[in-house]
């Protein structure tokens, strides 16, 4: 198997396993009873929320668990308007985020908010003057992601982040594809609340965290007890919080090497398609991208027989979002950035990990020459 998916998920690697292992056998305890078995969780999470607000310049009690990236995303955006309603309820965000938070908006929408969705350019990205032009007296939050999903943009995050502080304005980004990725520091991007999710650099599924800056004041966003300072009730997970930890240090030791590399191969891979398969076109920005991301059209291929295909060769890859697999509707993303609906329908995604190598590579694009070539044939018919 040639596993090029790794924006749908990661494996999770043998030493975060070995990390969880003891909290599920030898140190079961509750991270809130008050004897030894139970300290013993409560030093693991502990330990997890310094871990992790070391990585992004912030304190330990700015961390919050979650259950992953989506809904971390649902806390902020819905904590902010709740919160902030006696300042506003317009809320401004991009066409090409995730559902995590267009679906939360649409939510928002039915219950008051207004909601600006700005325009991206071809390349994905957000245009500056256009965000300054929609910031209104009522603004309350800004939230645009860190790295598209599907494409793999880089937002211009500094600048965004310097426009929402200079107007007095929360801002908040989905970093679930840019966490563990690439570095980031919340105070230098003005940032005050980031989402991310374990399972994308290394970590076990079903665990994330949102930052949330002690400036901001959200109320309770689960009730019951008085895990994570009240604010998050539930028992923790303490073993997916452990592995989680270990995942985010292991992500920053090989940070720099991985990036690296995989800019290398992700380059050396949209050469090669360029090069040797015709009517293809690159989607997102040619250098401002994650390191592992590729994203292409492939005109007159229907992505869903292409993707098959590979398949049955034992490729990994998608046609976009895995959260978004098997809708009939073409990608939100491709057409925010003006491709046609057919075009969007010709999308594949080839997202590289830190495991893949340059014949695997030259094994996707020599099977990718194969299957474009068969079905464009059998289109023209």
């Known amino acids: 198997m040639i596993y090029m998916d790794h924006a749908a998920t990661t494996k999770t690697v043998p030493e975060v396993v070995e990390a969880m292992l003891p909290y599920y056998t030898e140190c079961y305890g509750n991270a809130g009873s008050i004897y030894g078995l139970g300290s013993k969780s409560r030093k693991a999470v502990i330990g997890a929320k310094e871990t992790i607000a070391d990585t992004l310049g912030a304190d330990t009690n700015e961390i919050y668990f979650t259950a992953g990236g989506t809904e971390s995303d649902n806390w902020a955006l819905k904590g902010v308007y709740e919160a902030y309603q006696d300042k506003g309820r317009h809320i401004i965000t991009t066409k090409i985020e995730h559902h995590a938070v267009l679906h939360t908006c649409e939510y928002l929408e039915k219950r008051g908010a207004q909601i600006t969705y700005l325009d991206v350019d071809a390349d994905g990205v957000v245009d500056l003057e256009q965000l300054k032009k929609a910031i209104r007296p009522d603004t309350i939050l800004i939230s645009v992601m860190y790295a598209n999903n599907e494409i793999g943009t880089l937002q211009p995050i500094r600048e965004i982040g310097e426009i929402a502080a200079s107007c007095g304005i929360l801002f908040h980004t989905d970093a679930v594809q840019a966490y563990g990725q690439i570095p980031i520091c919340v105070s230098d991007c003005h940032i005050d609340l980031l989402s991310a999710s374990g399972h994308k650099f290394g970590g076990p599924k079903g665990i994330g965290f949102l930052y949330i800056s002690r400036k901001v004041r959200l109320h309770s966003f689960i009730h019951g007890g008085r895990q994570e300072r009240g604010r998050r009730a539930g028992t923790e997970n303490i073993p997916a919080i452990a592995g989680m930890a270990a995942a985010v240090k292991r ?131």
């Open 251 to 381: 992500a920053c030791r090989i940070m720099e090497e991985k990036t690296k590399r995989e800019t290398e191969m992700r380059d050396y891979l949209i050469a090669r398609i360029e090069q040797e398969i015709p009517r293809v076109r690159l989607n997102g920005h040619r250098t401002k991208r994650l390191p592992g991301n590729v994203n292409f059209c492939f005109e007159s291929v229907e992505s869903e027989s292409a993707l098959i295909m590979l398949d049955m060769q034992g490729i990994c890859a998608s046609g976009g979002s895995a959260c978004t697999t098997g809708s009939l509707d073409p990608s939100h993303v491709l057409l925010a950035i003006g491709l046609s609906p057919d075009s969007a329908r010709s999308s594949i995604r080839l997202t590289l990990g830190e495991e893949n190598t340059k014949e695997e590579i030259d094994t996707v694009v020599e099977e990718l020459m194969r299957i474009v070539e068969k079905l464009r044939g059998i289109r023209e018919m």
